[in-house]
């Protein structure tokens, strides 16, 4: 029931923070025995800013993504209560403050501030939450249109084995499970644009 913070516009997280985070990230990478493919990624410009959309289902997330997307910056979408404590750190490490399973204008604006103003990627866990038993959860019916209007490359980071390394349902228990992801080019900016005349 904490009131919201004053509003500040997303950061660009410096080299520094994304090295951070990439570091803290590797006892979990290097227990988990983790591998990663990237599927068509060549097509992404080093520079160009890409909406990327990952599953959820481990707290081991955040550092996949912090490890396939470096070094590039890139801004995270967070649930508001991750900020307590630590909203200098968060700000810091780019995540950009959203209340779950609500629309937020705020969060909408910040995601287009930062793609086109800052000329950062952005990751979106589009389920917005961790999956209780695994299985996917169904997309909000205006996603599509928001992704569209963003106007920039999508591409998907999906994970295996996450999920069974540390289940919701087993008190996070951490498991001996090997964890990999596939780092997938879904769209173009030319192909989103076509696809939204045809729409």
């Known amino acids: 029931a904490l009131p919201r913070p004053k509003h500040k516009k997303p950061k660009r997280p410096n080299i520094f923070f994304r090295t951070l985070l990439k570091f803290l990230s590797l006892p979990d990478l290097i227990a988990t025995k983790f591998r990663s493919r990237r599927i068509g990624m060549d097509k992404l410009g080093k520079r160009e800013p890409c909406l990327y959309l ?5 707290f081991i997330d955040l550092e996949i993504a ?15 209560d ?3 404590g630590k909203r200098w750190l968060m700000r810091n490490l780019g995540c950009v403050p959203t209340v779950k399973f609500a629309f937020d204008v705020s969060l909408v604006r910040d995601i287009f501030y930062a793609v086109r103003e ?27 249109q928001f992704v569209k ?5 999508v591409a998907m980071i999906h994970t295996y ?25 879904l769209f173009s900016k030319e192909e989103l644009e076509e696809n939204l005349e045809e729409n």
Do not use: C
Not at 54 to 58: A, I, L, T
Not at 119 to 137: C, F, H, Q, R
Not at 149 to 153: D, N, Q, R, T, V
């Open 149 to 153: 209007k963003l106007g920039i490359p």
């Open 66 to 80: 912090a490890s396939v997307l470096y070094p590039r910056p890139f801004n995270i979408v967070a649930t508001w």
């Open 118 to 144: 800052k000329k950062n990627s952005v990751l979106i866990y589009p389920e917005a939450g961790y999956s209780l038993d695994g299985t996917a959860t169904v997309f909000p019916e205006n996603f599509a």
């Open 54 to 58: 990952m599953n959820h289902s481990s």
């Open 82 to 84: 991750a900020f307590i």
């Open 161 to 185: 084995g996450a999920f069974t390394r540390d289940p919701l349902y087993n008190n996070l228990q951490r498991r001996r499970v090997r964890v990999s992801a596939d780092v997938e080019y």
